[in-house]
């Protein structure tokens, strides 16, 4: 946890840093999933100083091809998450660094650290089964409150075809919680429902690096993170709640289709 910390601390001064001179160099899943230079730099000096700490575990990051290991440890990065509100000078954006076990398949992995490092400074991080912290301060959840007052957070995909699935499920969940928001990073989201700064959040489509850290500063807080069977969530879903409201959520989310809106994950 302490080199997730500090890594994500020492990348996030580098984005945060070189914000204003930011420029689009490439696209990936669709020709509005932007990478800046910034990303590209931030994930270069992530991977170089994996390399010298833990040079034994394998590294899997957003913006260039897996690393292998021979520890059985794999590090899994988003040098930015929220590139858009990123690039458009927005707040909600982070860096991203967990530390996994038993591969990088979301649905079979073990996330053992996790630090998220966000544009105001603030750093989440957490140690399974050692709890989660903000800033220095342990985040402990209890109860939410009911769905109908829960504040709800999601996002969507880069691509056309996912998009328009998840229209038809946030239109059909909407009307049955407090409100929406769309804040534009699915770590800094799962850190804020930690915190109590959102009362729950939801997001299919979701690649690992965008959720590993903050899914543990989540489940750390005392939150419940999971998929649409209550297993481990995936990159197919992932719902976050207080255990009181979860399975109501999940419910709701299911009656509006989200069981599988689409036939296979998005690239
Ligand atoms: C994105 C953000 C966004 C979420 C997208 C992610 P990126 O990550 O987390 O909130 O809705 O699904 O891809 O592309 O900015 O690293």
Not at 153 to 162: D, I, K, L, P
Not at 199 to 227: C, K, M, N, Q, T
């Amino acid at each position: 946890m302490d080199i997730a910390a500090t890594l994500a601390r020492e990348a996030g001064e580098l984005v945060i840093e070189g914000r204003a001179r930011a420029e689009v160099t490439s696209t990936k899943s669709s020709p509005i999933d932007i990478v800046t230079q910034m990303d590209v730099a931030a994930e270069g000096l992530l991977r170089s100083r994996l390399a010298q700490l833990r040079p034994d575990d394998a590294i899997m990051g957003e913006e260039s091809e897996d690393t292998s290991g021979t520890s059985g440890v794999t590090w899994v990065v988003d040098p930015i998450d929220g590139t858009v509100n990123y690039f458009y000078g927005l707040p909600h954006f982070a860096v991203s660094v967990a530390a996994v076990e038993g591969g990088t398949d979301p649905s079979t992995w073990r996330i053992l650290a996790g630090a998220v490092y966000g544009d105001s400074g603030t750093e989440w991080k957490a140690a399974v089964g050692h709890g989660a912290w903000r800033n220095g301060q342990r985040l402990q959840r209890s109860e939410g409150p009911p769905l109908s007052a829960t504040l709800l957070g999601t996002g969507f995909n880069y691509r056309a075809e996912g998009r328009a699935a998840q229209g038809k499920i946030v239109a059909q969940v909407l009307p049955q919680v407090r409100d929406i928001r769309r804040l534009g990073s699915a770590s800094v989201d799962l850190c804020l429902v930690a915190e109590g700064k959102m009362d729950a959040y939801y997001e299919h489509g979701l690649r690992p690096w965008d959720f590993a850290a903050g899914a543990l500063v989540a489940s750390e807080a005392g939150i419940r993170v999971g998929g649409i069977d209550g297993g481990p969530a995936d990159s197919h879903l992932l719902i976050a709640a207080a255990e009181s409201v979860w399975d109501e959520l999940r419910d709701v989310l299911e009656a509006a289709g989200a069981r599988r809106p689409w036939e296979s994950p998005p690239a």
